[in-house]
């Protein structure tokens, strides 16, 4: 059984995960609009993988005696300054993700609730790789410079995303 606490601190969590992936399904359009097919078809797994996320929170609080509950998400952003921008501002959501799922993990322990530390703990290794995958496409767009964005975006066209 879940406490307050843990279900309303999981139920943010749902709108967090599904307002990551409205983001990164904004950004894909905004990509592809743009030309830029590599970079869309990234941001566009990114997306669903974020939606999985979404869902896995919903289930497990349902799972657990909770209510999960679908909210409303904020309007992502429709342009973006540029591709160095915008994975600079992937990169500064992740972190937050990850601060918000440390939430969840320290108030999981101070509330003693093991079963839902052991669960949380997925999310602790999914937000390393997905910190570090943005960091490695920012450090190869820092190496380009401003330009041959065809090149990178012939790259990123092979690279995974986290699961
Ligand atoms: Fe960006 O990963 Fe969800 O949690």
Do not use: C
């Not at 939430?103 to 999981?108: K, R, S």
């Amino acid at each position: 059984m879940l406490s307050k606490k843990i279900e309303k601190i999981l139920n943010d969590q749902i709108e967090k995960e599904g307002y990551s992936s409205n983001l990164y399904l904004a950004m894909a359009s905004w990509a592809e609009k743009e030309g830029f097919a590599g970079i869309s078809q990234w941001l566009y797994a990114q997306a669903e993988e974020e939606r999985m996320h979404m869902l896995k929170f919903v289930s497990f609080i349902n799972e657990r005696g909770g209510h999960a509950v679908v909210p409303a998400f904020a309007k992502p952003p429709v342009k973006f300054e540029g591709i160095k921008k915008m994975f600079d501002q992937v990169l500064e959501h992740e972190q937050f993700i990850t601060k918000s799922i440390n939430e969840i993990v320290a108030l999981a322990i101070k509330e003693n609730d093991f079963a839902i530390n052991n669960w949380i703990q997925w999310f602790v290794t999914e937000q390393m790789e997905e910190e570090s995958n943005v960091q490695t496409i920012i450090d190869k767009l820092n190496l380009l410079g401003d330009k041959n964005f065809y090149i990178f975006d012939r790259d990123i066209m092979g690279l995974r995303t986290a699961e």
